[in-house]
């Protein structure tokens, strides 16, 4: 093993000087000049890094020195001193005779200077140039390179990993010590606008080209401030209708679709689609539907459109408020009343008990889950190991006491009584008679007092629930998962419970910081996305509306209503409480993590295939019984004009649908289906080039 | 972290080349499936898995309808609480064995029909168990996980693991085993009706999934050759690795599904069904999903299926209010169904090679809730339907009555079970064809208990 590397050895120093005469050919420009190729060895179980290209080339022939692999790890650098004003130096080490069998890379000319001194380091050669964090963090326009430390069974043994994906990174441990930023390569133009597209996926219903390049120019925070401030979108107001008298209320009503428009969710089904393709407001949007699947009503039960109305825009009011807020205004909220069976819960009676459904569902689902958590939101274990419950049977008991007493607010002009008529028009109202007056047992050893009021009880019941250590971590996992990927590392999830546990100004369940955190995470931001288990299948809708609003459809949205029930997400209407889908489910076969996955099956799949033929393909016309309808168009004019030139074509929806990561052997199967169009058909050739793309499994998958 | 490695790839190159035979031959074969059936699959066999989301009320579905059983029950569920049955509506049943007789809740008349001719058992206060538990024990903390969590529960249900969360289900475990009956095909052993669920995921293969209605059909290949070509592309797509585990599973599922598409959809669309007015006012969601099983289990010749296990899901029995009308609307739609089913494998000569049964959450309190409902509580009673079941009987043991009483777990009316989900999947399980030696792979604690097998299946 030393021989090889020895002799690898020898070949650096002859293509450091190849390198340095090639560089004084190259003028200064603002792209990286040098990608550094990251090899692996499995017989060492050792990484190594050259930024050289003859000795990439070499290691690929295996000749030389064989045993190394690529990894599929690249980077960017600056080959020269020259190429950039604060590239500097990274000197590369070998160990000595008496060193490690193994590289070290630093950019820190103390450092370098301080292990020329170590008899166990031997200097290489200046292994590339590239920019320094200041202070922990690196500038714009770079990402950083995080470093591991593999210390290995001895000296000989011990190795350097170097990485700019975080998630890659953090996987690292604990077999290697994480060491953090130690150089920020600088980013590509590609990179760059990758990154844009990636933040527009995690942020937006989907990037379209407009918001690519706002995004490239004014950057990710400064995205994220405009997006924070932007007006929220409303649902339009939908009638009260009395519930359960269809059949004698619609007769009477001037709207001939009275059924389908006041006792469905199909209104609220088009005003959410068109709202996600083409309202401002993209990031409140998203969040509030990434709500309304935690803290979850079904029109299963809520048919009423009026009601689920005012329930969904709940969401997007605090969207970006506190998530105490939140808890108490989906506790009062009478669609949650009626769906989970608050409303009307009366105290204890001789035979009867109260009811117990709220109660679990809200500590189950809704805030803490059903095992203790530690911080990073892996569970807690006692003694033996064992997980250990975050509530018992008395816990729920004594929550299903607390909520006692709460009925329907009384109709306008309707007298108002202890259990009111069905109405969803605003929170459930009080009635103290209704309500158990004795002690409850809550959470952490809490007990209410008896005595206290309706109101009282309520809200300091919400706010034990509110401190309860899991609820940082259980919700702030879950938004992440809906926002950015699947499967986060722990020490992701640690980053956003500590935001959500204190904004930095003393504010717990700061729901607008926790999403400023999610979103500028290392995790989420980043050039490369490397890490094999990262990222998401699109859900049902973002499926839809991504591919729609790449193209710039116009939409009333009632196709994407329609298709989202056979892709498994009938929208406003999930199964249970439990959502759509659970927020553990396991990619078959492995350990992980992938929710949406619970939605793909053979059945989906072909729904998937057939949704972008009519969409790409079809004609979706406006329905005749819906006051102006436009139906679904897409714009293909500008993909067409330039599908002339296949290649061109797929540039372009390489990098805005799959952050230009197509394989080349993706590539070279779309452009074969391609040569099958006829070149004076242009617009199929469009077609064509989209469907593909969107039906592919690399595009099913956000990362 | 499971030990098996991921060999579906293969699976799925088999299937494509089988299915390489093209639409053309296959419609062949369907259209000969009748005849060809009874010469070269004697040994079919079907387990069709009903699952009750929600949690459906045991206590109001199985009633004690002697004078002391019903006045247990009414003493503890009045008129007055707004969920009693009254003892006239029940439908009465006169289990062989029992001295007393028991009343269905008045919605199912199918069911009753099916006891009566012995072609049903009723399995009483069966659960999750990690052991034989008495009420000392479970006090002092033995007990599944999450007892009554519905997410928990069903995932326990579904897999026969209630000691820590598993990656798999007792049908997919049950397929595993029986895959090797399917080779000849490459046919999924396993159907479902309601997706990816935890009962149907195993080690050896994707389960099928099929709509409840509408076309599994795949659109918008007109024959031309620009389609042809897209065709091909969307097949390499499928087929090329990506580095990525997610972007592999994505690609798995839908190869699976175009290959799958050719063989099933003309199955589901086959108007000529001879089975199909059994079902026809029939217009229901679990109608509809056992429809599509039975047209499955008719067009088994063309499947070359041996072995098929079914998932079919009926949702809402979380009756923590109006629970009177809720499960009355429900068992009006689940008794019927069921009895199409069954008449169903009846015409197509397999009653005896097809059961069908009965899954939930957990049974409900047998105390009220306000509201006029009930909350989760755990064991409850369950039906197996079939030619070869031994029915007209109750097995397990039902629960006394009685709030804080010899069977409760608590003080509501939450029953300890007489029997464990692992029995009742196992006594499934060696009729289908497991080998007895392969029932402690399949039911990982099975042996905590002191049978494998309940008896209902002769």
């Known amino acids: 093993m030393r021989d090889q590397t020895a002799r690898m050895r020898r070949a650096v120093t002859f293509v450091t000087a190849l390198a340095a005469l090639l560089s004084?050919?190259?003028?200064?420009?603002?792209?990286?000049?040098?990608?550094?190729?990251?090899?692996?060895?499995?017989?060492?179980?050792?990484?190594?890094?050259?930024?050289?290209?003859e000795e990439a080339a070499m290691l690929d022939q295996g000749v030389v020195v064989p045993g190394w692999t690529r990894t599929g790890v690249q980077w960017q650098a600056w080959a020269s001193a020259t190429d950039h004003p604060s590239a500097v130096p990274v000197c590369r080490f070998y160990g000595s005779s008496i060193g490690p069998n193994s590289h070290f890379y630093t950019a820190d000319p103390a450092e370098c200077a301080f292990v020329k001194q170590d008899a166990a380091w031997r200097f290489e050669a200046i292994a590339f140039y590239i920019d320094v964090p200041q202070d922990g963090n690196c500038g714009a326009d770079t990402t950083p390179v995080y470093r591991s430390f593999a210390p290995g069974a001895g000296l000989t043994d011990m190795n350097h990993r170097y990485l700019v994906d975080m998630t890659m990174h953090e996987h690292m441990a604990p077999s290697s010590i994480?060491?953090?930023?130690?150089?920020?390569?600088?980013?590509?133009?590609?990179?760059?606008?990758?990154?844009?597209?990636?933040?527009?996926?995690?942020?937006?219903?989907?990037?379209?080209?407009?918001?690519?390049?706002?995004?490239?120019?004014?950057?990710?925070?400064?995205?994220?401030?405009?997006?924070?401030?932007?007006?929220?979108?409303?649902?339009?107001?939908?009638?009260?209708?009395?519930?359960?008298?269809?059949?004698?209320?619609?007769?009477?009503?001037?709207?001939?679709?009275?059924?389908?428009?006041?006792?469905?969710?199909?209104?609220?089904?088009?005003?959410?689609?068109?709202?996600?393709?083409?309202?401002?407001?993209?990031?409140?949007?998203?969040?509030?539907?990434?709500?309304?699947?935690?803290?979850?009503?079904?029109?299963?039960?809520?048919?009423?459109?009026?009601?689920?109305?005012?329930?969904?825009?709940?969401?997007?009011?605090?969207a970006f408020g506190n998530y105490e807020t939140i808890l108490t205004r989906v506790t009062l909220s009478p669609v949650m009343g009626d769906y989970l069976n608050m409303v009307n819960n009366d105290k204890p009676s001789a035979t009867v008990q109260p009811n117990e459904n709220y109660a679990r569902e809200l500590l189950q689902l809704f805030s803490i889950g059903v095992w203790m958590l530690n911080a990073d939101g892996t569970q807690m274990r006692d003694a033996s190991g064992a997980p250990v419950p975050s509530y018992d049977q008395d816990t729920i008991e004594g929550f299903a006491h607390v909520l006692t007493g709460w009925t329907y607010p009384p109709l306008p002009g309707v007298l108002?009584?202890?259990?009111?008529?069905?109405?969803?028009?605003?929170?459930?109202?009080?009635v103290d008679t209704n309500h158990d007056k004795g002690a409850k047992q809550l959470l952490a050893g809490t007990v209410l007092p008896a005595g206290q009021t309706i109101q009282d009880d309520l809200a300091q019941a919400i706010h034990n629930v509110f401190m309860h250590p899991n609820v940082g971590?259980?919700?702030?996992?879950?938004?992440?998962?809906?926002?950015?990927?699947?499967?986060?590392?722990?020490?992701?999830?640690?980053?956003i419970a500590a935001v959500f546990n204190d904004n930095g100004l003393g504010v717990r369940g700061d729901l607008k910081a926790v999403v400023r955190a999610i979103l500028t995470d290392p995790e989420a931001r980043g050039a490369v996305k490397l890490d094999p288990a990262y990222g998401k299948l699109r859900e049902p809708v973002l499926f839809m509306t991504g591919a729609a609003r790449a193209l710039a459809t116009q939409s009333d949205g009632v196709y994407f209503g329609q298709q989202a029930r056979g892709l498994g997400q009938n929208l406003f209407y999930p199964p249970s409480v439990f959502n759509y889908y659970p927020p553990t489910y396991l990619l078959p076969d492995t350990a992980i993590v992938a929710p949406e996955f619970a939605l793909a099956n053979s059945s989906t799949a072909i729904n998937r295939y057939n949704f972008a033929n009519t969409l790409l393909f079809g004609t979706i016309a406006p329905l005749p019984t819906l006051p102006g309808a436009i139906g679904t168009t897409p714009a293909l004019a500008a993909l067409s004009s330039i599908a002339g030139d296949p290649a061109a074509l797929l540039d372009r929806l390489d990098a805005q649908l799959l952050h230009s990561t197509m394989p080349p052997s993706m590539r070279g199967a779309i452009l074969t289906a391609l040569a099958a169009v006829p070149a004076t058909d242009l617009l199929t050739r469009a077609k064509t080039a989209v469907y593909l793309v969107v039906t592919s499994p690399q595009y099913q998958v956000e990362r | 972290m499971?030990?098996?490695?991921?060999?579906?790839?293969?699976?799925?190159?088999?299937?494509?080349?089988?299915?390489?035979?093209?639409?053309?031959?296959?419609?062949?074969?369907?259209?000969?499936?009748?005849?060809?059936?009874?010469?070269?699959?004697?040994?079919?066999?079907?387990?069709?898995?009903?699952?009750?989301?929600?949690g459906n009320d045991g206590n109001n579905t199985v009633i004690p309808l002697d004078a002391a059983g019903y006045g247990q029950y009414a003493a503890i569920r009045p008129a007055t609480s707004g969920i009693n049955l009254s003892q006239a509506s029940l439908l009465p049943i006169q289990p062989i064995d029992s001295a007393s007789p028991f009343g269905l809740h008045p919605s199912l008349t199918d069911l009753q029909m099916l006891f009566n001719q012995n072609r049903m058992a009723i399995?009483?206060?069966?659960?999750?168990?990690?052991?034989?538990?008495?009420?000392?024990?479970?006090?002092?903390?033995?007990?599944?996980?999450?007892?009554?969590?519905?997410?928990?529960?069903?995932?326990?249900?579904?897999?026969?693991?209630?000691?820590?969360?598993?990656?798999?289900?007792?049908?997919?475990?049950?397929?595993?085993?029986?895959?090797?009956?399917?080779?000849?095909?490459?046919?999924?052993?396993?159907?479902?009706?309601?997706?990816?669920?935890?009962?149907?995921?195993?080690?050896?293969?994707?389960?099928?999934?099929?709509?409840?209605?509408?076309?599994?059909?795949?659109?918008?290949y007109s024959g031309s050759t620009a389609a042809a070509a897209r065709m091909n592309a969307v097949q390499q797509l499928l087929a090329q690795a990506s580095g990525n585990a997610l972007v592999d599973g994505a690609s798995d599922i839908g190869a699976q599904a175009l290959d799958l598409s050719a063989t099933v959809n003309p199955i589901l669309a086959n108007a000529n069904s001879t089975i199909a007015p059994l079902f026809t006012n029939l217009n229901t969601s679990t109608a509809n999903q056992l429809y599509q099983v039975a047209k499955l289990i008719e067009a088994r010749a063309a499947t070359g299926a041996a072995r098929q296990i079914f998932f079919v899901q009926l949702g809402s029995f979380d009756t923590h209010g109006d629970q009177l009308n809720r499960q009355q609307n429900l068992f009006e739609e689940l008794s019927p169904a069921l009895k199409a089913f069954y008449d169903a494998t009846v015409a197509l000569g397999v009653a005896s090679q097809v059961t069908t049964f009965t899954l939930s959450d957990f049974g409900r309190t047998l105390q009220p809730a306000s509201g006029g409902g009930t909350d989760h509580a755990w064991g409850s009673h369950h039906f197996i339907i079939g030619g070869a079941v031994q029915g007209g009987k109750i097995y397990g043991r039902y629960p006394q009555l009685s709030l804080g009483g010899p069977d409760d777990a608590e003080k509501e009316g939450r029953w300890l079970p007489s029997c464990s989900v692992d029995q009742y999947g196992a006594t499934l399980a060696r009729w289908f064809g497991?080998?007895?030696?392969?029932?402690?792979?399949?039911?990982?604690?099975?042996?905590?208990?002191?049978?494998?097998?309940?008896?209902?299946?002769?």
Request: net charge neutral; charged share 10%; glycine share 8%.
């Open chain 1, 178 to 318: 994480l060491e953090g930023v130690v150089m920020c390569s600088p980013l590509s133009s590609t990179q760059k606008a990758a990154d844009a597209v990636r933040l527009l996926e995690q942020a937006t219903f989907g990037p379209n080209d407009d918001l690519i390049a706002h995004v490239f120019a004014v950057g990710s925070q400064a995205f994220l401030d405009e997006q924070f401030a932007a007006t929220a979108s409303t649902y339009p107001a939908l009638p009260y209708v009395p519930a359960g008298q269809q059949a004698t209320f619609c007769p009477t009503d001037p709207d001939p679709q009275c059924g389908r428009d006041y006792y469905s969710l199909f209104l609220l089904q088009n005003a959410f689609f068109q709202q996600a393709l083409s309202a401002n407001d993209q990031l409140r949007q998203r969040v509030a539907f990434a709500l309304s699947q935690i803290l979850v009503t079904s029109g299963l039960d809520v048919n009423l459109a009026y009601g689920m109305r005012g329930y969904q825009q709940l969401f997007r009011d605090n």
């Open chain 1, 473 to 495: 971590p259980f919700v702030g996992r879950q938004l992440i998962q809906k926002l950015v990927t699947g499967n986060p590392t722990p020490q992701y999830v640690a980053r």
């Open chain 2, 2 to 54: 499971k030990a098996i490695a991921i060999p579906r790839r293969a699976f799925l190159r088999q299937l494509g080349a089988l299915s390489a035979l093209g639409l053309a031959s296959r419609l062949d074969l369907i259209r000969f499936a009748a005849e060809a059936s009874a010469q070269t699959q004697p040994d079919y066999k079907a387990l069709v898995c009903v699952f009750l989301f929600g």
């Open chain 2, 434 to 458: 497991v080998a007895t030696t392969d029932l402690d792979s399949v039911f990982s604690n099975l042996a905590s208990f002191s049978t494998a097998d309940l008896g209902f299946m002769g």
């Open chain 1, 416 to 430: 108002p009584r202890t259990h009111n008529p069905k109405n969803y028009l605003a929170d459930m109202s009080p």
């Open chain 2, 123 to 220: 399995l009483a206060n069966v659960g999750t168990l990690l052991q034989p538990t008495t009420q000392a024990q479970y006090a002092a903390g033995l007990r599944p996980l999450s007892l009554y969590s519905h997410a928990d529960q069903q995932a326990q249900w579904q897999s026969a693991v209630s000691s820590a969360a598993s990656g798999t289900g007792w049908g997919g475990r049950i397929a595993d085993k029986v895959a090797p009956m399917n080779a000849a095909s490459g046919f999924p052993v396993v159907t479902s009706l309601d997706g990816a669920v935890l009962f149907t995921s195993g080690a050896s293969a994707i389960p099928l999934s099929i709509p409840v209605t509408g076309s599994f059909a795949l659109s918008g």
């Open chain 1, 24 to 53: 004084a050919f190259r003028a200064a420009a603002l792209e990286p000049t040098a990608t550094v190729i990251e090899f692996y060895n499995a017989s060492l179980n050792h990484y190594f890094i050259t930024g050289f290209p």
